[in-house]
């Protein structure tokens, strides 16, 4: 498994780093580079009332193919970086589905 960097494993899951970019032309995951320390997330949702955010959630819980409930926005509500814990995950399962 490659390095890393915006992956932290905690108790009941894992911690995703991530610069968000709204306003996008299509919500995708950006192929992560080793420089950065942040996975690049782009949705086509604005951000207001939270619209970012929950095109951030379904995007994720899509790719995962989990339920959106195991996944929760921790740090960055209103912020383009954002901590988002997923629950039940391991490192390696997070890798290799994103």
Same mark, same amino acid.
């Given at each position: ?27 995708? !995951? ?40 195991? !996944?929760?926005? !921790? ?7 954002? !901590? ?15």
């Amino acid at each position: 498994m490659p390095p890393t960097s915006f992956l932290r494993e905690t108790t009941g899951g894992v911690l995703l780093s991530i610069k968000l970019q709204p306003h996008a032309s299509a919500n995708e !995951i950006v192929p992560h580079n080793s420089a950065g320390d942040e996975l690049r997330v782009r949705v086509t949702a604005s951000p207001v009332a939270a619209a970012a955010n929950e095109a951030l959630i379904r995007l994720l819980a899509e790719r995962l193919n989990c339920a959106r409930g195991r !996944i929760a926005l !921790i740090r960055g509500h209103k912020s383009r970086h954002k !901590i988002v814990k997923l629950f039940g995950f391991s490192a390696a399962e997070v890798v290799r589905q994103l």
